[in-house]
């Protein structure tokens, strides 16, 4: 079955330093691939997402995401942190033609210190 | 606006008091999921529609009801809540592919239910 692993719960940066989260995923064919905001008392909000084609996704809010086929891996990176990106931050995957198996992962807590 | 809307917000229950929580778009969405989130679980997918009168049950549908009588809404049911169904929810919609929900298509969230059970 397919899963997903943000290993870092909770990170704190500072603002105006560059952000990475990690996120590793199991699948037996390349998925669909996501990341996901969600603002404190807001819903989720889709920040970018992978298809195929060139494995680094520009995304918004200044994020960008890389495919790592060797490494099943989909980091989401940003070089210069705001206050206003303190959020959750959820990957997710997915089968092509299938929402019903999208797997989220648990999702990292990301604090901007000023 | 292009929008999810949930209610209500936030709920305080007790255990076995029947309890609706709605859901409903205003794109014109085939597909309605919904989904509950808990710590260091991401979410999960309790139910989901494809259309009008069509439902089909998620990872976590143990204890929950929903229906689908218009495009538009998706009410999820706790028929006898219970202290584990304490959650935050959240109602999801898109558009199809080819008659099938693609993850092509970006889903678009609810603000959240935060549901307590006492």
């Known amino acids: 079955a397919q899963s997903v692993t943000q290993p870092d719960i909770h990170i704190t940066v500072s603002e105006g330093a560059s952000l990475e989260l990690r996120c590793n995923y199991s699948y037996g064919a390349t998925p669909y691939l996501f990341w996901y905001v969600q603002s404190p008392g807001q819903g989720l909000q889709l920040l970018l997402k992978y298809f195929s084609g060139d494995t680094l996704v520009q995304g918004i809010k200044g994020f960008e995401a890389e495919f790592k086929r060797s490494q099943s891996s989909f980091n989401l990176r940003k070089p210069s942190v705001h206050w206003s990106d303190a959020a959750e931050y959820f990957c997710?995957?997915?089968?092509?033609?299938?929402?019903?198996?999208?797997?989220f992962g648990a999702g990292t807590r990301l604090t901007v210190k000023p | 606006e292009a929008q999810v809307t949930q209610n209500p917000r936030y709920l305080i229950t007790v255990t076995g008091k029947k309890l609706t929580v709605t859901c409903s778009q205003n794109?014109?969405?085939?597909?309605m999921s919904w989904y509950r989130q808990d710590p260091g679980l991401g979410l999960r997918q309790i139910y989901y529609s494809m259309n009008v009168e069509v439902t089909d049950k998620g990872d976590v549908p143990e204890g929950y009801k929903v229906s689908r009588k218009e495009k538009r809404n998706f009410p999820l049911i706790l028929e006898s809540p219970s202290p584990n169904q304490t959650s935050l929810y959240f109602c999801?919609?898109?558009?199809?592919?080819?008659?099938?929900?693609?993850?092509?298509?970006?889903?678009?969230f609810g603000p959240g239910t935060r549901l307590t059970v006492l």
């Open positions: 999801a919609s898109s558009s199809l592919v080819d008659g099938r929900a693609s993850s092509y298509n970006e889903q678009f």
């Open positions: 794109m014109n969405h085939e597909y």
């Open positions: 997710a995957v997915a089968q092509r033609y299938n929402n019903n198996d999208m797997r």
